[in-house]
């Protein structure tokens, strides 16, 4: 079994709950890396008996981190129409919230289609070097990155760059076929744009993270092992808190996922 | 009172629950304005006498329509750190969740700021007429709006425009200062970009809003009665839901909020 599916399996243990385990594999600075945790309380979701279509929308918060071992994912859903169903998932440790997650559920219909934010030209994968962040950290080993711009400083001098837009086409290390779960991990793959915009190693920690889906399985299973074409660039950086925006797109230029997430930094 | 105060005022029935009431100067085509919705759930966080800092994050997930009457807000802080607190709120009427969020606030310290998604040069509100959507729409009459580019669509002709990108000069109507409820309203005021994109008066709604608030109540207070550069864009339209990025500016260039949504549209 691949690192990302040890990952994010849970048990049941009945009704809206289920049991998972942290994997060393995705292990960050402190806790995991929050693309996984993100993934797991998605996967809950994805198990749960009940679940109406497939997901639309996603919101992690995370509240505090997860230690190794145990924890428990909590999966309700709270209101669920003819065609759409909400989700509230509480992520537990000892009977304390770790993470909290909304997810929006939906059976989609075919309509009109129209990808308005287009993907920029730029390299094919196999052309752009391999080159990812912080290889102690381990959970960026689960991923293949090849930087297109915006990569992970090579010093901490405080030169820093106005923009922080970081193009890098990316995949599961080792390679596996796409779908919700790993989609919504990759959308917190990014380094932080803190430390791009002012190449200053100072702390920080995401606090919350939304993913929207323009997919369905049938688009991602299409998308199989390729690569993605992932954007992220900072649009505000005030006192403790920087966001994000982020587009994901398939190398045939489909835009998977959009994501937003806003971060903490110190100083 | 002002309609707005009016519209989002609850009453604590003790614990983490409030009571509130539909307003008819909020309405929309069918059950309130979304922006007031969101409003509604956010200020039973802010009023609640368990709350620490001030708003950073919040995430809306409208379930249902309201019918018009009372409603319960429950706000239940699921995890308080030192400096941090995560919220999940939950709106029901007749026990049926109409509306879940998740809130986000923290203790803000000053630290390195910086705007990198800068205000665009456009002209001065008040040389910028005013211009609205439909009128017919009661809660649209709650907000001057100035449209710089991107207005309301003049005719439903199916002509539509490639880019959905609307800049308005924007306020509440009557004119109120600013706070963090108004903000989060005001991030839902902007018409569907599907119908920019396709002049076709398609059915819309929106099913998760997400609101980074880059401002402590301070700069709020600051920005007081004056207008907002609001900013919105679809980035993709695929089998019923579209999405649309948004920033709001006050005149001085403070990037305030950026937001984030994802609508339902038929066809």
Redesign the interface.
């Known amino acids: 079994m691949a690192a990302f599916d040890q990952a994010v399996s849970l048990k049941s243990l009945g009704g809206d709950q289920f049991e998972g385990h942290t994997s060393p594999a995705y292990a960050n600075f402190v806790g995991p890396f929050g693309g996984i945790m993100a993934a797991q309380a998605l996967n809950a979701v994805m198990q749960h008996p009940g679940r109406l279509g497939e997901p639309?929308?996603l919101?992690v918060?995370f509240?505090?981190a997860q230690t190794d071992g145990a924890f428990t994912v909590q999966a309700r859903p709270?209101?669920t129409?003819r065609s759409?169903q909400?989700w509230?998932v509480?992520t537990t440790q000892n009977n304390?919230?770790?993470l909290?997650?909304?997810v929006?559920t939906?059976t989609?219909?075919?309509?009109?289609?129209?990808?308005?934010?287009s993907m920029p030209a730029v390299g094919v994968p196999t052309d752009t070097p391999i080159q990812g962040g912080p290889k102690r950290v381990e959970w960026v080993n689960r991923y293949e990155m090849r930087f297109v711009e915006g990569h992970f400083p090579g010093k901490w001098d405080g030169s820093g760059q106005?923009?922080?837009r970081s193009r890098l086409w990316m995949r599961d290390e080792p390679p596996r076929r796409l779908d919700f779960c790993a989609l919504a991990a990759m959308c917190d793959a990014f380094f932080p744009r803190v430390w791009l915009?002012?190449a200053s190693f100072v702390p920080i920690g995401t606090?919350?993270m939304?993913v929207?889906f323009?997919?369905?399985s049938a688009e991602l299973a299409t998308t199989g092992t390729g690569y993605l074409l992932a954007q992220a660039?900072?649009?505000?950086?005030?006192?403790?808190?920087f966001?994000q925006?982020a587009?994901l797109w398939n190398e045939a230029g489909a835009?998977l996922a959009?994501s937003?997430q806003?971060v903490?930094?110190?100083?």
Chains 1, 2 share one sequence.
């Open positions: 639309v929308s919101t918060n509240c505090a709270v209101r129409n759409t909400h509230i509480e304390e919230v770790v909290t997650a909304t929006f939906a989609r219909r075919d309509t009109y289609r129209k990808v308005e934010h106005a923009s922080t915009h002012r606090v919350s939304t929207y323009h997919a369905s660039q900072g649009q505000n950086f005030f006192n403790g808190y966001d925006t587009q835009l959009t937003h806003v903490y930094y110190k100083e």
